[in-house]
């Protein structure tokens, strides 16, 4: 069994490694989006993208779920280019499967790709999709033991983003040991904050994915 | 591979029948909570835990997560007898390991189990555990797609819970939709709410999981 895992993330590897030369040689940015559910990964998308399109850049995203197309109606509604991946029972995207949605889409007439990973916080890590960045997002309401619950997720992302800032106020957690065990797992890393309702502190997170 | 999982998911069903059938041996009543991280899974469990100890029910917990103890710890502070169940990467508990964990509890001494799984909305849908009961916890923050989202874990549950309910007069969600969906995928079934903060909900839970 160790065997065959191993496989199947070293055969991952190689396909997440062909994407990412693909995207650069398209000189597209691209940026895998994790999180559990209700973190707002799609809103911050939303909000990612409205960013940047004010700024020319153009964007698409992919949608990835176990089932249904409610994230991807979203995106269409914001008037994003987007793409629909269920992924049947699968906990998480892959490499494989990011590589046929590339098929799908117009990477002449791209700039930024964000690709919204299955909403999980443990089956994403070990599968990178071909991304520039890893973006892991959280949300106050997942209670401030989380990081230190889900270590790999936090190590295996490049960022990591506390959203929902605006329900901070009526919230009972210690910002602190989130902040505290984050960068203990990342050497001197610092949360970013952002509020996708309020658009506060997206241009901080767009620096800091390198995208602006 | 079809071959492969199936054979997993009949070995884990085989496990879970003999755990049932030791619990039920013992008059021990054991509900598998299931939901995501930061839906108030722990909390919930200690309300109910201290509503059946008022009633002279001896509980226990059984605290799963991928690593740590931080849920075990809160368990153990809130005067539950708490056992600690770490899965390394996998993103759910199995009835293997449920097996291992009944052994090292006094079940001669015990009412009620409450085993929590990993805050996960995917895996352990496909993996029952050998209780009476399936619980599955949501929080409103988690968004009035998440039902239609996960229609496997609905399925799956005997009973779904919306806790925080506290949360709702400051959030922008359809809670219509989300009972809409819940019943359509299970005929007739009413969504319970509950505030793991206030208490509110705790009594009408137990007795619809048959606890009191």
New interface residues.
């Given amino acids: 069994m160790i065997g065959m895992e191993t496989d199947v993330l070293a055969e991952n590897r190689r396909l997440a490694a062909i994407n990412l030369h693909l995207l650069r040689s398209k000189k597209i940015r691209s940026v895998d989006v994790m999180g559990?559910?209700?973190s707002g990964k799609t809103a911050l998308i939303v909000r990612m993208a409205m960013v940047l399109s004010s700024k020319g850049k153009r964007v698409a995203a992919i949608a990835g779920?176990?089932?249904?197309d409610?994230d991807y109606s979203i995106f269409r509604q914001a008037g994003i280019s987007a793409l629909n991946l269920n992924t049947g029972?699968e906990?998480h995207l892959d490499a494989h499967l990011v590589e046929h949605a590339l098929e799908d889409l117009k990477l002449d007439d791209l700039d930024v790709l964000f690709i919204e990973n299955?909403?999980?916080?443990?089956?994403p890590a070990?599968f990178p999709l071909g991304t520039d960045k890893r973006l892991v997002v959280i949300?106050p309401?997942?209670?401030d033991?989380?990081v230190?619950?889900?270590?790999?997720i936090f190590l295996e992302a490049d960022q990591a983003v506390l959203n929902?800032k605006d329900?901070l106020p009526?919230l009972d957690i210690d910002l602190g040991r989130l902040q505290r065990d984050y960068s203990k797992i990342r050497k001197g890393a610092t949360l970013q904050l952002t509020s996708a309702k309020t658009g506060e502190g997206i241009e901080e997170l767009l620096l800091s994915l390198d995208l602006i």
Same sequence: chains 1, 2.
């Avoid at 299955?118 to 089956?123: H, P």
């Fill in positions: 559990s559910i209700g779920d176990v089932t249904g409610d029972k906990c299955v909403g999980n916080l443990v089956c070990d949300s309401t997942e209670g033991d989380m230190n619950k889900h270590p790999m929902k329900l009526v």
